[in-house]
């Protein structure tokens, strides 16, 4: 089973830039896709940003559209998620983890520790 591993989190100022990497190891499906998660505390986790595994396909959430970008390195089994322009709002722990289609919520691997992203002044 894939067990993906984030990275790329940080401090930055509003309107600031950021791109976290996720590193997923163990055995992967072409149906499988690969999502981009975050919960900020006190809410709910919630889906992002998704790709499929081919790179066929990609979700965004109406939030980050326009801003954010999910891209896939299949040479080193990593996807990124290029996020620009962000706001205060953007706050939060940042997950990554398979999913079994691209707009689905669920989860097919643990979650992990997860990277968290500040953004503020």
């Known amino acids: 089973q894939v067990q993906p591993v984030e990275s790329g989190g940080g401090l930055v100022q509003p309107g600031g830039s950021l791109r976290l990497s996720c590193v997923v190891s163990?055995?992967?499906?072409?149906?499988?896709?690969i999502g981009w998660f975050r919960q900020a505390p006190g809410k709910e986790r919630e889906s992002v940003a998704a790709?499929?595994?081919?790179?066929?396909?990609?979700y965004y959430a109406d939030s980050v559209k326009g801003r954010f970008t999910i891209s896939r390195d299949s040479a080193k089994n990593t996807v990124y998620l290029q996020m620009n322009s962000l706001k205060p709002e953007d706050t939060a722990v940042y997950y990554c983890n398979a999913k079994p289609k691209i707009y689905a919520d669920s989860a097919l691997a643990a979650w992990g520790q997860g990277t968290q992203v500040t953004v503020s002044s």
């Open positions: 163990g055995r992967t499906f072409s149906s499988y896709a």
């Open positions: 790709i499929s595994w081919n790179g066929g396909s990609t």
